[in-house]
């Protein structure tokens, strides 16, 4: 059973911490740096140099709904409630501002299906405030009620009616997460979000996750395939497969449905190579791993090492070459064999002047076979044509000549067809 809070108890907490009832307002303005003209200036000390407010950097005007009748030109800077965590709205959106101490702060208002555009005030405050024509002052770029005399945003200082900042666009159509009990989410306009939660398998048991989300995949963000029966105002979940780039950090029973390549809207990848030499590779990813995927990565030690630890097997799949360029030595020290297999493709080690060396205290030269083969023919051939000075004249060749020129028939047999050296 609940207890109900007197309203005794709420005035005598609201003075306690100098609270005030929250109150609505439409957002006319964001400071995003320190060359705004709405920042207060200030002179430094010393030289008396005018320098301005960058503490209020992050700051919005809002026109509350409740007072209709201050100018653009007097609404004061509302600060982010947590300066640490800012979730900028945009011109025309609604936020709810919080009197605190005698200060206003302003929290995003996320109740809309999107999270790109939420609570836009455009159409909101017009019926709030009315339209007019577009008038000289501080609230430049807005347009004035005709009967009140108020400015009306039309997209901000800078911007052009209908728009909600300089550079800003609506147009991309973003989606919440699936909300699994217990989680705690981060998400933002843009489709980067950061998970952490403890029941977002298919058995729904506990199994602690982390999941760190880039960009929304286009087939969520478009309805296409799997998700075609998805709206906006709907939900999507996190695709290790198709979002931008994603981290994904499970446990137990979460199993992380990796497919390699690209993936598209039907669930086919482009990738070729099969792990064929790759000793038990798992067949499911589940349990305590990190799943890293994204169109590139990038690995980079500036100063000290980079240190690859497995106790299991380790192993690299790919559609195309690999290769390492090093400017120090390479070493590999193995308990098992090596095998190498090319299938049908060249193997090469290129030492230049260097000596290859095959075995421990190699002092032993590798013939070089083609000048193997040319000095045996010379021989066999002055062996079948030898004579022998006798009393009688000189002699006539061996009679096992014929052997001999068999003999050289088959040097090239020692010749291997596909083994070179210089």
Do not use: C
């Not at 990848?269 to 990565?297: A, W």
């Not at 030492?351 to 290859?356: K, L, N, P, V, Y």
């Amino acid at each position: 059973m609940f207890r109900q809070t007197s309203n005794n108890t709420q005035t005598a907490r609201q003075k306690r911490f100098n609270l005030k009832k929250t109150d609505v307002g439409i957002v006319t303005e964001v400071i995003l740096d320190e060359t705004n003209e709405s920042l207060p200036k200030f002179k430094t000390v010393g030289e008396g140099a005018t320098a301005v407010h960058t503490g209020k950097v992050g700051g919005v005007k809002v026109r509350l709904l409740s007072n209709q009748e201050v100018n653009d030109d007097d609404l004061k800077i509302v600060y982010p409630l947590d300066d640490t965590l800012k979730t900028l709205p945009l011109l025309g959106e609604e936020v709810q501002v919080h009197t605190i101490s005698g200060k206003k702060f302003y929290s995003r208002l996320l109740v809309d299906g999107t999270l790109n555009i939420q609570n836009t005030g455009n159409d909101k405050y017009k019926d709030q405030f009315g339209e007019g024509e577009n008038v000289q002052g501080g609230g430049g770029g807005y347009s004035s009620n005709q009967s009140t005399g108020i400015s009306q945003p039309q997209g901000g200082p800078s911007s052009n009616k209908g728009q909600y900042g300089d550079y800003f666009t609506a147009d991309e159509k973003i989606h919440k997460l699936k909300l699994y009990e217990g989680d705690t989410i981060l998400e933002s306009r843009f489709g980067q979000s950061i998970r952490f939660s403890g029941y977002n398998n298919d058995d729904n048991t506990f199994s602690p996750t982390i999941i760190i989300r880039n960009r929304e995949s286009d087939p969520s963000r478009e309805a296409q395939g799997e998700y075609q029966s998805q709206k906006i105002g709907g939900t999507t979940e996190e695709d290790v497969n198709r979002d931008g780039s994603i981290i994904a950090m499970g446990s137990r029973d979460k199993q992380i449905d990796f497919v390699p390549g690209t993936v598209d809207d039907k669930g086919t990848s482009d990738f070729e190579q099969m792990p064929d030499t790759f000793k038990d590779y798992p067949s499911e990813l589940s349990g305590d791993q990190i799943l890293i995927n994204s169109g590139r990565l990038i690995f980079s030690s500036k100063t000290a090492e980079m240190i690859f630890y497995s106790k299991g097997n380790y192993g690299f799949i790919s559609d195309s070459n690999m290769s390492i360029d090093n400017a120090g030595g390479i070493d590999i020290t193995t308990g098992d064999n090596i095998n190498i297999t090319t299938t049908d493709n060249d193997f090469s080690i290129l030492a230049g002047q260097g000596r290859i060396n095959i075995g421990d205290d190699s002092e032993e030269q590798l013939v070089r076979g083609n000048a193997l083969v040319d000095l045996l023919d010379e021989l066999l051939t002055e062996l079948a044509s030898e004579t022998h000075p006798t009393p009688a004249g000189p002699s006539a060749p061996p009679v096992n000549a014929p052997k001999y020129n068999a003999i050289k028939s088959k040097l090239r047999d020692i010749l291997s067809p596909n083994n070179y050296t210089n």
